[in-house]
T-cell receptor, first 111, second 110 residues
Framework: GENVEQHPSTLSVQEGDSAVIKCTYSDSASNYFPWYKQELGKRPQLIIDIRSNVGEKKDQRIAVTLNKTAKHFSLHITETQPEDSAVYFCAAKSSGDKLTFGTGTRLAVRP | DAGVTQSPTHLIKTRGQHVTLRCSPISGHKSVSWYQQVLGQGPQFIFQYYEKEERGRGNFPDRFSARQFPNYSSELNVNALLLGDSALYLC?????????FGQGTRLTVV
């Protein structure tokens, strides 16, 4: 089955700096890669996603890149703000609607 | 515009008991999936249902079962509860690629 590895597990950045979170996946059949933000005690919230036929996607301060050959994808957050502090999960979808999640990255943005 | 709704939000059960969790998907979404999230970990896939049929099952014991109703709402049932079943149970609905989560049911087994 699919296996998704995510790193780093924790990340602390100064407000205004950029943050990068990286994930690798094992199943070459995976074709959809969403990123979720989860604040303490709340639901995972879909913030951006990318399909396997696209190499990069951007939405304001957030961007995701995908390298299908290397089987890795990354989340980039620019101009970080304190409200970006949360746990971020990457995921990969292979068969059906099953999402396999990474282990999460706890991002702390220091004011 | 209602999102995914789950009930109850919190639940405390005793070992050996049975529990039923409920989920209503976003209007128009026919696919519902269930995930278990243990504190400090990512969600783990339990089941996926589409048009009332099971489309996927994760690596969970037979104590876990689910079903989907004609209105696309869904129930997750867990029998013979163990302490290790304590977790946040998340329901997600989908129309295609994107999966949108409910607020979850926090289950505590004592």
């Amino acid at each position: 089955g699919e296996n998704v590895e995510q790193h780093p597990s924790t990340l602390s950045v100064q407000e205004g700096d950029s943050a990068v979170i990286k994930c690798t996946y094992s199943d070459s059949a995976s074709n959809y890669f969403p990123w979720y933000k989860q604040e303490l005690g709340k639901r995972p919230q879909l913030i951006i996603d990318i399909r396997s036929n696209v190499g990069e996607k951007k939405d304001q301060r957030i961007a995701v890149t995908l390298n299908k050959t290397a089987k890795h994808f990354s989340l980039h957050i620019t101009e970080t703000q304190p409200e970006d502090s949360a746990v971020y999960f990457c995921a990969a979808k292979s068969s059906g609607d099953k999402l396999t999640f990474g282990t999460g990255t706890r991002l702390a943005v220091r004011p | 515009d209602a999102g995914v709704t789950q009930s109850p939000t919190h639940l405390i059960k005793t070992r050996g008991q049975h529990v039923t969790l409920r989920c209503s998907p976003i209007s128009g979404h026919k696919s519902v999936s269930w995930y278990q999230q243990v504190l400090g970990q990512g969600p783990q896939f339990i089941f996926q249902y589409y048009e009332k049929e099971e489309r996927g099952r994760g690596n969970f014991p037979d104590r876990f079962s689910a079903r989907q109703f004609p209105n696309y709402s869904s129930e997750l049932n867990v029998n013979a509860l163990l302490l290790g079943d304590s977790a946040l149970y998340l329901c997600a609905s989908s129309l295609g690629f994107g999966a949108f989560f409910g607020q979850g049911t926090r289950l505590t087994v004592v």
